[in-house]
């Protein structure tokens, strides 16, 4: 199996928090609104909105302290639990994150980003073949919108267990649905990468270095070992000459250095 490198990780972490607390109620039959909800739940809500708000700025404890007080709140939150679980997973707390997705899909076994993130902490575990089930489950989940997230961390997944043709297949299907989505494009330039389908590759990836919000470090090293492969001299040294320039302290310019193209 070829070797993946740490930019899987950076792909699925974001892939993973774009999901990260559902639409309250999204299963439900009835449109619930404001006055719906008790004052307890709405206690909980807004703790749940600070929790989220933290964990994205990498504030896990934090995070951590809110959901719980959410809980306090209000005990049977299915949104608290899957949060709860993506912050254990994010302190290497894998037995109690298992035991916070479970717990969610109890309360509500048809919430996609619940779904979703299990799927995705299954794949951190290795177990590829539940993570597959939750990512399927997801995009079968009624009113689910996520399906291009989705569809791109599981092609990743699949990559990770060395099934590249099928990571091919879903990660074409995520880019079909959402052009736009800068995660999936770069994951399927880097599988066609490894597939060996190097003139493919480059055009996915050199319409994302096109853009300068979507051009990274990333992106220009796979710019540079596809230039590589397909024996373009001046163009490996002009995209190496923008990863030293933009990004000097990145892992990719050290990796450069050192000519690790396919480490």
């Known amino acids: 199996m070829k070797r993946i490198g740490a ?30 909800q008790s004052s307890a739940e709405k206690r909980a809500r807004v703790r749940l909105e600070l929790a989220t ?58 919430d996609g980003d619940t779904l979703h993130n299990y ?26 919108t996520g399906a291009s997230r989705t569809l791109t961390a599981h092609g990743i997944c699949l990559a990770r267990a060395g099934r590249w043709p099928e ?5 074409a299907r995520a880019f079909e649905l959402d052009p736009g989505n800068p995660a999936a494009a770069f ?15 480059r055009f996915y990836v050199r319409r994302m270095n096109a853009q300068p919000e ?15 492969r397909l024996g373009n001299r001046p163009g490996l040294e002009d995209f190496a000459r923008q990863l030293r320039e933009r990004f000097p302290d990145s892992a990719e310019a050290r990796r450069l250095s050192l000519g690790q193209f396919d480490d």
Request: proline share 4%; aromatic share 12%.
């Open 187 to 201: 994951a399927y330039s880097e599988v066609l990468y490894q597939r060996g389908e190097y003139e493919r590759a």
């Open 53 to 110: 708000a933290y964990f994205a700025r990498g504030q896990s404890t934090t995070a951590l302290d809110e959901v719980k007080q959410a809980l306090a709140a209000k005990p049977d939150l299915p949104e608290a639990y899957n949060l709860r679980g993506l912050i254990y997973a994010s302190l290497n707390e894998p037995n109690l994150a298992e035991q916070s997705f479970r717990h969610a899909l109890q309360l509500n076994p048809r």
């Open 7 to 36: 930019w899987w990780m950076v792909l699925l972490l974001a892939a993973w928090l774009a999901g990260c607390v559902g639409v309250p109620g999204g299963g439900d039959r009835e449109i619930r609104t404001e006055s719906d």
């Open 119 to 144: 799927g995705w902490f299954a794949c951190q575990q290795r177990r590829f073949d539940e993570a597959e089930a939750q990512f399927n489950a997801a995009l079968a989940a009624p009113q689910y």
């Open 167 to 171: 990571a091919e297949r879903q990660l």
């Open 214 to 228: 979507q051009s990274n470090a990333q992106t220009l090293w796979l710019a540079a070992r596809i230039e590589r």
